[in-house]
């Protein structure tokens, strides 16, 4: 590997180690083996390195939850997994949440949350409906934006109460109970 991709591997571990408002310049190349100009000229900035590492490690996360997926069928199966899947991202997760407080005041941090979260959207629509979004992007983004919702909410819940998570039965008799009213 290069200087770049140790760069983006030492961002992931100390991302996920210590989060991002705990993670320094000096972390991240210690973790990488850099020096510390190397961050400066391969990224411009700590920032920009490590949104890079985090889109990076959700694409990860994306992939992995992909493959957990396939043929799972039923939405009881699917989030079933889903749900299993929090405990192996806990990290990744908290370091979501963490970023949302830093959002209002980092516009280059917003913009890569927003296309993260459009692609996001795009994929759960297709992993959970199996509708691709160049066949009907309106209903795609539609059902990807519940879906969205509904991890995040999971996603929460799991992080402040891991034993409160509702199964998926549970959120499926839910929907159905706001479908008949």
Not at 129 to 154: C, K, M, N, S, W
Request: aromatic residues 6%; glycine residues 10%; charged residues 20%.
């Amino acid at each position: 590997m290069g200087n770049r991709e140790e760069l983006l591997a030492g961002a992931k571990a100390c991302l996920l180690e210590k989060g991002y408002a705990g993670t320094t310049a000096r972390d991240i190349a210690t973790s990488a083996g850099v020096s510390l100009a190397a961050i400066g000229y391969h990224f411009g900035s700590k920032e920009a390195l490590l949104g890079e590492a985090l889109q990076q490690a959700l694409a990860e996360w994306g992939d992995e939850l992909a493959g957990l997926l396939a043929g799972s069928g039923d939405f009881t199966t699917a989030w079933t997994k889903v749900i299993e899947s929090f405990d192996r991202g806990r990290p990744l997760w908290a370091i979501q949440f963490e970023l949302l407080a830093h959002l209002e005041r980092h516009p280059e941090l917003r913009a890569s949350f927003t296309e993260a979260n459009e692609h996001a959207r795009l994929g759960l629509a297709e992993l959970l409906q199996g509708i691709h979004p160049t066949g009907d992007p309106a209903e795609a983004r539609r059902l990807g934006a519940f879906y969205q919702v509904l991890l995040a909410g999971l996603a929460a819940v799991s992080l402040a109460e891991p034993d409160g998570v509702p199964t998926p039965a549970d959120l499926l008799a839910a929907m159905r109970s706001i479908t008949a009213t």
